[in-house]
């Protein structure tokens, strides 16, 4: 039964409620999961809150809960009233819920049931009020913390949560407590005032065990992520003591995490975040600069990339001695950072050191060098990059091949043609490169490689020849007389793409001279894109081979104009079947008449392939 019949006008309260649970109670999810939607829409809130006071079904009471949930506002009255249940389970689900709908209305009504009998309705009246981030309860919240210590733990996390600076104060007098030490310190952390980090700053010298430090490190860790150092430059007292010597042993610790190759298990463990970012964070916060080798030496950790990435990058030009040394640190990990940092923070100078790691027998390290020189625009290293074109990683080639085709195209040039290559393996990347970085010294060079015996390789140079200035269309018509037919036809776009006069003529008197390779040439035609082509085009689509007429339909299919539509449309009733679905195809990015008719005989069509396209247009059209 639907909860349309459920809200029935006929029906009385016991059945809505019969019907009700019966269809929040299903065994069956699919069926339970829509009708909590539409309940959710449509039931009576007050039926709702019945079906949660429930205990003997369970299932059906976790679907009303639900329900109440999505209903949001609509809930909102139903939910409060039931706060004054007798029943108290009754009153801390509903007050479960009432966090659960993110609807700050119910704050007040929460907050009034901190004073409950039941400690189990106060606790759920804390979480929820966590849930909604009530600042507006946060008096309310800290009178709880002399309560039950269930209580005081759950507010303690709650007043974190709700991330309010007035809560400092009276959060900063539990640090002794050891019950709800830790949690105490992890809701100074997220409430990241500089109040809460002068008492974490204090605490943190104080821990005399690894755990200890660990918790209070990654609280600052999180306040850090919430304050702008604008801020914290301003900091005085036990924050800003950090900075001094008599800091001594906080700092050995942040050197002893960043840098120890087997971390303390008391600070290091699977259900425990990872402490050193907090300790990066921290040392550039307080521009440790005695610290900064340690943060740097962190890079040799993959999983610390992105993050000392930040940290370093934002400390600038003053931690640039200390990746200078970085690059020859043994670490790949460290030789990495270096080289990133370095080139994204534009430090030329150190191009000569970045560039003695091109040799690094790290890929990595190889591919961040080759990186942070195209960032330095390092074009007069561009001839140990050469060699790196044909390095056996996949991701070291295409750095290498990435950032000479950025660079001076005239050093780059230089650096390749000097290199002598031979072997298709290395022609394909220097032509590759050539074609994304030209200069005119470049054309000697290509135009050897037109007569070179591997096909691919002619084909780069035809591509590479393209982007050329100057006289494209001579130099490359040789190459539309290859004997391999992917030359060929790469010669033939190059030049029906110049879209020249002369393109014109040349791939006309092709039509006439190479009858065996008219589809080539027909197919250059249409990139020509020039009216005065269609004539012959049209002529085409009544050649002899179908592959021919295909391809003349294919080109057709760049003009629109009446008439070539109306050719097209004729060459749909075409003997060959791919010829026929070329031209379903063609027609099916028009919306004329005369393309609609003919695609409507074409949806007929007895070859299913060209039937499938037709239909497929005219559906998209309807």
Same mark, same amino acid.
């Given at each position: 039964?639907?909860?349309?019949?459920?809200?029935?006008?006929?029906?009385?309260?016991?059945?809505?409620?019969?019907?009700?649970?019966?269809?929040?109670?299903?065994?069956?999810?699919?069926?339970?999961?829509?009708?909590?939607?539409?309940?959710?829409?449509?039931?009576?809130?007050?039926?709702?809150?019945?079906?949660?006071?429930?205990?003997?079904?369970?299932?059906?009471?976790?679907?009303?809960?639900?329900?109440?949930?999505?209903?949001?506002?609509?809930?909102?009255?139903?939910?409060?009233?039931?706060?004054?249940?007798?029943?108290?389970?009754?009153?801390?689900?509903?007050?479960?819920?009432?966090?659960?709908?993110?609807?700050?209305?119910?704050?007040?009504?929460?907050?009034?049931?901190?004073?409950?009998?039941?400690?189990?309705?106060?606790?759920?009246?804390?979480?929820?009020?966590?849930?909604?981030?009530?600042?507006?309860?946060?008096?309310?919240?800290?009178?709880?913390?002399?309560?039950?210590?269930?209580?005081?733990?759950?507010?303690?996390?709650?007043?974190?949560?709700?991330?309010?600076?007035?809560?400092?104060?009276?959060?900063?007098?539990?640090?002794?407590?050891?019950?709800?030490?830790?949690?105490?310190?992890?809701?100074?952390?997220?409430?990241?005032?500089?109040?809460?980090?002068?008492?974490?700053?204090?605490?943190?010298?104080?821990?005399?065990?690894?755990?200890?430090?660990?918790?209070?490190?990654?609280?600052?860790?999180?306040?850090?992520?919430?304050?702008?150092?604008?801020?914290?430059?301003?900091?005085?007292?036990?924050?800003?003591?950090?900075?001094?010597?008599?800091?001594?042993?906080?700092?050995?610790?942040?050197?002893?995490?960043?840098?120890?190759?087997?971390?303390?298990?008391?600070?290091?463990?699977?259900?425990?975040?990872?402490?050193?970012?907090?300790?990066?964070?921290?040392?550039?916060?307080?521009?440790?600069?005695?610290?900064?080798?340690?943060?740097?030496?962190?890079?040799?950790?993959?999983?610390?990339?992105?993050?000392?990435?930040?940290?370093?990058?934002?400390?600038?030009?003053?931690?640039?001695?200390?990746?200078?040394?970085?690059?020859?640190?043994?670490?790949?990990?460290?030789?990495?950072?270096?080289?990133?940092?370095?080139?994204?923070?534009?430090?030329?100078?150190?191009?000569?050191?970045?560039?003695?790691?091109?040799?690094?027998?790290?890929?990595?390290?190889?591919?961040?060098?080759?990186?942070?020189?195209?960032?330095?625009?390092?074009?007069?290293?561009?001839?140990?990059?050469?060699?790196?074109?044909?390095?056996?990683?996949?991701?070291?080639?295409?750095?290498?091949?990435?950032?000479?085709?950025?660079?001076?195209?005239?050093?780059?040039?230089?650096?390749?043609?000097?290199?002598?290559?031979?072997?298709?393996?290395?022609?394909?990347?220097?032509?590759?490169?050539?074609?994304?970085?030209?200069?005119?010294?470049?054309?000697?060079?290509?135009?050897?490689?037109?007569?070179?015996?591997?096909?691919? &390789? %002619?084909? @780069? =140079? +035809?591509? !590479? $020849?393209?982007?050329?200035?100057?006289?494209? #269309?001579? /130099?490359?018509?040789? *190459?539309?007389?290859?004997?391999?037919?992917?030359?060929?036809?790469?010669?033939?776009?190059?030049?029906?793409?110049?879209?020249?006069?002369?393109?014109?003529?040349?791939?006309?008197?092709?039509?006439?001279?190479?009858?065996?390779?008219?589809?080539?040439?027909?197919?250059?035609?249409?990139?020509?894109?020039?009216?005065?082509?269609?004539?012959?085009?049209?002529?085409?689509?009544?050649?002899?081979?179908?592959? &021919? %007429?295909? @391809? =003349? +339909?294919? !080109? $057709?299919?760049?003009?629109?104009?009446?008439? #070539?539509? /109306?050719?097209?449309? *004729?060459?749909?009733?075409?003997?060959?079947?791919?010829?026929?679905?070329?031209?379903?195809?063609?027609?099916?990015?028009?919306?004329?008449?005369?393309?609609?008719?003919?695609?409507?005989?074409?949806?007929?069509?007895?070859?299913?392939?060209?039937?499938?396209?037709?239909?497929?247009?005219?559906?998209?059209?309807?």
């Amino acid at each position: 039964m639907t909860t349309q019949a459920m809200t029935s006008v006929d029906a009385s309260p016991s059945s809505l409620e019969d019907a009700l649970r019966a269809a929040l109670g299903s065994h069956e999810r699919d069926e339970r999961a829509s009708a909590i939607r539409e309940a959710s829409a449509t039931a009576d809130p007050e039926v709702l809150v019945v079906l949660m006071g429930d205990h003997a079904d369970s299932i059906s009471r976790n679907a009303a809960m639900d329900a109440l949930t999505r209903g949001g506002t609509r809930s909102l009255s139903a939910l409060v009233r039931a706060l004054r249940h007798p029943d108290p389970e009754v009153v801390m689900f509903a007050a479960g819920v009432l966090g659960k709908t993110r609807d700050r209305a119910a704050v007040p009504h929460l907050v009034g049931l901190l004073t409950h009998l039941d400690v189990n309705v106060v606790q759920q009246a804390i979480e929820s009020l966590s849930q909604l981030r009530a600042s507006s309860a946060v008096g309310a919240l800290v009178a709880t913390l002399d309560e039950d210590p269930w209580l005081r733990f759950a507010a303690v996390h709650a007043l974190g949560e709700i991330g309010d600076g007035r809560a400092v104060g009276p959060l900063a007098a539990l640090l002794a407590d050891e019950i709800v030490r830790e949690e105490v310190i992890a809701a100074l952390g997220k409430i990241g005032s500089p109040d809460a980090l002068d008492h974490l700053a204090q605490t943190l010298r104080e821990s005399a065990d690894p755990t200890s430090f660990a918790v209070c490190l990654r609280a600052i860790g999180t306040a850090l992520d919430r304050h702008p150092d604008h801020e914290l430059s301003r900091a005085v007292g036990a924050w800003a003591g950090l900075r001094g010597p008599d800091a001594e042993a906080v700092h050995e610790r942040l050197v002893q995490i960043l840098t120890s190759d087997t971390p303390d298990a008391a600070h290091e463990s699977e259900d425990a975040p990872d402490v050193r970012p907090a300790a990066a964070a921290l040392i550039h916060a307080l521009r440790l600069r005695h610290l900064y080798t340690a943060l740097v030496l962190a890079g040799r950790d993959t999983r610390l990339r992105e993050t000392l990435e930040f940290y370093v990058l934002s400390l600038g030009t003053e931690i640039v001695p200390t990746l200078h040394l970085g690059l020859s640190v043994g670490r790949a990990g460290v030789r990495r950072l270096a080289c990133v940092c370095l080139g994204a923070l534009g430090c030329e100078h150190e191009a000569p050191s970045i560039a003695a790691r091109l040799g690094d027998e790290d890929p990595e390290v190889r591919v961040a060098a080759l990186e942070a020189l195209g960032s330095l625009r390092g074009a007069r290293h561009a001839h140990r990059m050469v060699p790196l074109l044909v390095d056996d990683h996949a991701d070291v080639r295409q750095a290498a091949l990435s950032t000479l085709a950025t660079l001076d195209s005239e050093v780059v040039t230089l650096a390749l043609v000097t290199a002598r290559p031979q072997h298709p393996s290395d022609l394909l990347p220097t032509l590759e490169i050539m074609r994304a970085n030209p200069h005119p010294d470049q054309q000697q060079f290509i135009e050897r490689c037109l007569g070179h015996a591997v096909p691919e &390789v %002619r084909v @780069a =140079a +035809v591509t !590479a $020849l393209a982007v050329q200035r100057g006289d494209v #269309v001579t /130099r490359v018509a040789r *190459a539309a007389d290859d004997p391999e037919r992917v030359v060929r036809r790469a010669a033939l776009t190059t030049i029906a793409m110049t879209r020249t006069p002369l393109a014109r003529r040349i791939l006309l008197q092709a039509l006439e001279t190479q009858p065996e390779r008219l589809a080539d040439v027909v197919s250059a035609l249409g990139e020509l894109q020039d009216a005065a082509v269609v004539p012959q085009l049209v002529r085409l689509l009544a050649a002899p081979m179908g592959g &021919v %007429r295909q @391809a =003349a +339909v294919t !080109a $057709l299919g760049r003009f629109v104009s009446a008439m #070539v539509l /109306r050719h097209l449309a *004729a060459a749909a009733r075409d003997s060959d079947a791919c010829v026929r679905e070329e031209v379903a195809r063609v027609l099916s990015t028009s919306d004329d008449p005369v393309a609609l008719a003919a695609l409507e005989r074409l949806g007929l069509d007895p070859n299913g392939a060209v039937a499938d396209v037709a239909r497929s247009a005219l559906a998209r059209d309807a």
